[in-house]
């Protein structure tokens, strides 16, 4: 049963564009959304994350969008930079622990 | 500040051996995860960790693995025996709090570990 699905197994984006990576969720009970980031042979490291009491959290070139009455939220980078180059897993808070979606991989062409 | 450290990197064992894995959360922090990533999949939590006690273990597969947390400070994962789908990474992960304002938790480096 998944309750986070990232349904875009991969993303390419020009550098200097917008990269705009999404995610469904199925419960709404949900109240806390996060999005983190990871580099090969790394763990995940924290990016940015958004209350359900929000509907949009800006952090320099990250902003995160939901949409509660979709259940989507979405995350978009610009202007996107090679280093951004990774895999990008959304995840939920439920309870006391997180689950991640699957993952995005991103790939930002010089 | 010192990251979380987790080792070994890497470990390939036969099917049915057994492996350890070592983790050491960022100092102070009470809260301890484990999750499990397969290839092509995101993390899932085998088992959480509040100082010494475990809140959430319901996804620990308990016939074959185990963990424990002795002291409120490092931990160790078991997997007796392996099988060959228990290749995967195994990630750690420490927070301060259950309930930070952030809720944001941070990730070790990772095992993987190949079962052949």
């Known amino acids: 049963d998944q309750q986070v699905k990232q349904n875009s197994p991969s993303l390419s984006v020009q550098e200097g564009r917008i990269s705009i990576l999404n995610c469904d969720y199925t419960?709404?009970?949900?109240?806390?959304f996060l999005w983190y980031k990871k580099y090969p042979a790394e763990g995940p490291t924290f990016l940015i994350s958004?209350?359900?009491?929000?509907d949009k959290n800006e952090d320099g070139r990250f902003t995160v969008f939901l949409n509660k009455s979709a259940k989507h939220l979405s995350l978009h980078i610009v202007p996107s930079q090679p280093g951004d180059s990774a895999v990008y897993f959304c995840?939920?808070?439920?309870?006391?622990?997180?689950?991640f979606g699957a993952g995005t991989i991103l790939r930002v062409k010089s | 500040e010192a990251g979380v450290a987790q080792s070994p990197r890497y470990k390939i064992i036969e099917k049915r051996q057994s492996v350890a894995f070592w983790c050491n959360p960022i100092?102070?922090?009470?809260?301890l995860y484990w999750y499990q990533q397969i290839l092509g999949q995101g993390p899932k939590l085998l088992i959480q960790?509040?100082?010494?006690?475990?809140?959430?273990d319901s996804q620990l597969p308990k016939d074959r693995f185990s963990a424990e947390r002795l002291k409120g400070v490092d931990s160790t994962l078991k997997i007796q025996p392996a099988k060959l789908e228990d290749s995967a990474v195994y990630l750690c992960?420490?927070?301060?709090?259950?309930?930070?304002?952030?809720?944001?938790?941070?990730f070790g480096p990772g095992t993987r570990l190949t079962v052949l």
């Open positions: 419960n709404s009970m949900f109240d806390y």
């Open positions: 100092s102070g922090h009470a809260t």
């Open positions: 995840a939920v808070r439920y309870g006391n622990k997180l689950v």
């Open positions: 960790f509040q100082n010494n006690g475990v809140v959430d």
């Open positions: 958004i209350s359900s009491i929000k």
């Open positions: 992960a420490s927070s301060s709090s259950v309930q930070g304002p952030t809720y944001e938790q941070f």
